[in-house]
């Protein structure tokens, strides 16, 4: 289900958000996270994307948790009168959130942090809240590139290298460990 607002969403058992920028790869992961292919389709059909998507991890019955699909920040074709609208929601949502148990806050391995993504970080430990950062698209980058780049994208970060998991949804690289992980964090 979709809601435009936090107060709309419906109390979970525990539910682990996803944030990053549109095209960072939140929805093929989570896709993969919940061995679906079109689950987060839903959440980028027009209407939806400004809302929070709010998903049962179905077939998961050791997690029975859920997860929301926050609007993807930095979108630069939505107005700016909509975007304004974007900050506060995100920001009430993970600030307020009873049933919140983990983020994760997605950042591109091929092109490492944006701008917008370390402002992200920055609000993160501006609040002091857990989060945890993942990499995507782990097979975009030549096996002989990965150390260095990983060890890069985790400074820009402020993070060691062992505090970044590498996933990639194309190719199926780390998605066990992170919904193990993630059930760790649900249960
Ligand atoms: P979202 O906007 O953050 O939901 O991003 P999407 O999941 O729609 O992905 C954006 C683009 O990156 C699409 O063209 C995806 O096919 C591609 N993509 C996402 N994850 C991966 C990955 O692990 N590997 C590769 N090669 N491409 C990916």
New binding site residues.
Partial sequence: MSAPSVAELPPTRGELAIV?R???????LLNALARRKDL?KTSKTPGRTQLLNLFALEGDPATGGSVVDLP?YGFAKVPARVRATWGPMIEGYLLEREGLRATLVLVDGEVGPTALDVQTLEWFEHHGLAHHVIA??H??VKSSRRDARKKELAAKCGLEPRQVLWV???SDVNIDELRNRVRGWLA
């Fill in positions: 990053g549109s095209n960072v790869g939140k929805s093929s987060a993807g995507t698209k097979d975009k990639s949804a194309a």
